[in-house]
């Protein structure tokens, strides 16, 4: 009996090993050129610390930054391609927790919103999965391209109708600019 116990403890053991490691490589194969990217931020940027690299693909595919400069002000940094695209001052906008609660109870921006967006009923985001601040470049393609403070608030999560979709808030102000909800998928599809 003892000896079943002790060979399934080894099982269970090489299994979960076996999860964190495939865990470990899914996740690191997301941040190809995180590196690299981060190293460019410091020497060309106030960043003087690293305090988190994310993935970023709001507008483009990238890494989002964070970090603070040498007076210990929180900055953000986007770079794609290896090279620093944005830089913004936390303290310039809301705060991740500002910018939630804004989507919690939207309101349309006064302006940059199609006149048929305009009629839609905002959607109150009720569940947040992910919320980072983004910037608007010059030569985006995206709809909310237009936004006053040159960055967003990009909140994707579940709306209170129960679909998901994101809500791109400005940065400043947290008026919606844009929002769109995406299709359910259907998890019994092979």
Do not use: C
């Not at 936390?90 to 199609?114: C, F, H, N, Y």
């Amino acid at each position: 009996m003892k000896k079943y116990i002790g060979l399934s403890l080894v099982i269970v053991l090489l299994l979960l090993g076996g999860a964190v490691f495939a865990i470990r490589e899914i996740t690191y194969a997301q941040y190809t050129g995180a590196e690299i990217s981060a190293q460019h931020a410091l020497d060309t940027t106030p960043l003087a610390k690293i305090a988190e690299v994310t993935p970023y693909t709001g507008g483009f595919n990238g890494f989002l930054i964070t970090g603070h400069d040498e007076l210990g002000r929180d900055l953000y940094v986007w770079a794609a391609d290896e090279k620093v695209v944005a830089t913004q001052y936390a303290d310039q906008g809301m705060t991740r927790e500002q910018a939630i609660e804004a989507s919690k109870q939207p309101v349309w921006a006064e302006r940059l919103v199609r006149e048929t967006m305009r009629e839609q009923a905002l959607q109150p985001v009720a569940e947040v999965v992910q919320a980072l601040p983004g910037p608007v470049l010059a030569n985006s393609k995206v709809e909310y391209r237009t936004a006053p403070s040159r960055h967003v608030w990009e909140i994707y999560g579940r709306f209170a109708n129960g679909t998901p979709g994101y809500t791109y808030l400005d940065f400043k102000t947290g008026q919606v600019l844009w929002q769109i909800a995406l299709p359910e998928q259907n998890q019994d599809a092979k």
